[in-house]
């Protein structure tokens, strides 16, 4: 079955330090991934999702990167945070455009 | 208009009561229909897809109104455990890659 992985759980970082989430699916091969921000009592804004290995689409500007180094790997950068970006972060798969996506447990993020 | 609309509630309902959600979307070309629950600081989750015919899984029935453009979650019997958030997605025809979320529902089941 497939699984997928997000650390760390939680995250206390002073604005201005860099910041490196990561998240692995097993148990399935060529996924579509996608990192997700959800601010405290908001909705999900979309970050960034990948089709395949080096393939990144960003839909907000923002000082986010992300990269897919390998077909399951999927790494959330930032070079030097901001306050305004504390929020869970989840990273979620998919096997393709009809079928739902499956969440990692989510990082919460607090920039200090 | 946004592309997916919810009623944020919150819904306080008494434990055994039947609730209704909607969710209307703006695009009629959407194919793929999604109901998510999520609780606090959680995940979310999938709860169902929603099927042209309508589905059911055990207390939790989905419908689809395409002419309308509107899906609804119906849950009967309502326990402590379905206090949630209730996000209903849909996809997003002119990207294969998209889902498109609302903002939610919260629930919350009194007892």
């Known amino acids: 079955s497939q699984t997928i992985h997000q650390w760390p759980a939680t995250l206390v970082q002073p604005v201005g330090s860099p910041l490196s989430l990561e998240c692995t699916v097993e148990?399935?091969?060529?996924?579509?991934l996608y990192w997700y921000r959800q601010a405290a009592g908001r909705g999900l804004q979309l970050l960034f999702y990948s089709v395949g290995i080096g393939q990144i689409s960003s839909e907000v500007p923002q000082n986010l990167s992300a990269s897919r180094p390998q077909d399951r790997q999927f790494i959330l950068s930032s070079k030097k945070l901001l306050l305004s970006d504390s929020g869970f972060y989840l990273c979620?798969?998919?096997?393709?455009?009809?079928?739902?996506?499956?969440f990692g447990s989510g990082t919460r993020l607090t920039v200090v | 208009r946004k592309e997916v609309e919810q009623d944020p509630g919150p819904f306080n309902v008494p434990e055994g009561a039947t609730v209704a959600f909607n969710c209307t979307y703006s695009n009629s070309a959407s194919q793929s229909f999604f109901w998510y629950r999520q609780d606090c600081r959680k995940e979310p989750k999938l709860l169902m897809s929603?099927?042209?015919?309508?589905n059911e899984d055990g207390r939790f029935t989905a419908q689809l109104n395409r002419a309308s453009q509107y899906i609804s979650l119906l849950i009967r019997d309502s326990k402590l455990s379905d206090s949630a958030t209730y996000l209903c997605?849909?996809?997003?025809?002119?990207?294969?890659?998209?889902?498109?979320w609302g903002a939610g529902t919260k629930l919350i089941i009194k007892p």
């Open positions: 929603v099927y042209s015919s309508g």
């Open positions: 997605v849909v996809n997003m025809m002119d990207s294969n890659y998209q889902l498109i």
């Open positions: 148990g399935t091969s060529n996924p579509n």
């Open positions: 979620a798969w998919s096997p393709g455009a009809d079928y739902g996506y499956t």
